[in-house]
DNA sequence: GTGCGTGCAAAATATTTGCAACGTC
DNA sequence: GACGTTGCAAATATTTTGCACGCAC
């Protein structure tokens, strides 16, 4: 099995702060790290479930709870169907574009934007602790397809 | 009672979008406009209450379905206990700093912001509506006092 | 008058919690 | 061994829906 940087990132952390680390939380984290797309409690508890049909539920609500609290995870603007996640580690510096018609979500790169950031906080006396962007609009299929706004 | 310029804003373009303008709904905008930052469905339901005891929970949950579509309330990151949503009225070209430690929001204005979003967002094809950038962190006031994280 | 919108209550979802057993430190 | 964690099931919380009636258009 694969050794994960970002993995031990995680349980180093974790450990540190004086959780202890089980193969569920292991599970969940690895599931979670390698999971690309924004999910919700039920399918990351899906997904686990592929590995361990045991898992509990509760435990990964619970487990999530952690991680969110860690800054591993983060919660996503949701629609309708339960909170939406994401991991943190490895997307650093990335914003998410919405589509307003699918309901895609497009990350990109805008490079420079968190320095610019920082100054400007900075420049109020605002330490920065992490950022949230969100761009709301018409993808280029949905706009191609019905002419958008 | 005041007559507010954002509450026509919205009543203008729910009935050109084909909405009927209805006492709670007004209420609802109302309310949720008044409102400083963000809240939950209940809320606002209990805020709506004080003015119409009557008015249902069903009715607040379908209007503010009917007003996100229409981009006057944006869902933000929920921590837990239920959605949180804003109004998005007035909020043109400024972003919004959040300190966690004492809650304060503080407005500032990155200039060249939205030029650029419009850049990285074309560059994908991305035809852009709004935005939505919050930073979160430690207001000069609260690092001063506690150290901050 | 024609429907959309509302209130109510029930249903469907989503999330949290109590507790005994279990595994990590 | 102490104590955080887990699974289970039940409890809560949140959001949606069906239906009859009322009101905006």
Redesign the pocket.
Known sequence: MKTDPELRLV?EH??R?????????AL?VRTALGTHEHF???QLLQLCRRL?P?????????????LEAAGFVAGLD??????RFEHVIGHADHEHMVCEACGAIVEFHEPGLARRLLGAAARAGFRVARHSLRVYGTCRDCARRGGGP
Not at 17 to 25: K, L, P
Not at 54 to 66: F, K, M
């Open positions: 349980e974790l450990r702060s004086g959780f202890r680390w089980t193969s569920q939380r969940i919700t409690a039920e361990d045991d898992i509990s539920r509760a435990t990964v609500y619970r487990t999530l709870q952690v949701a629609g309708s169907g339960g909170r």
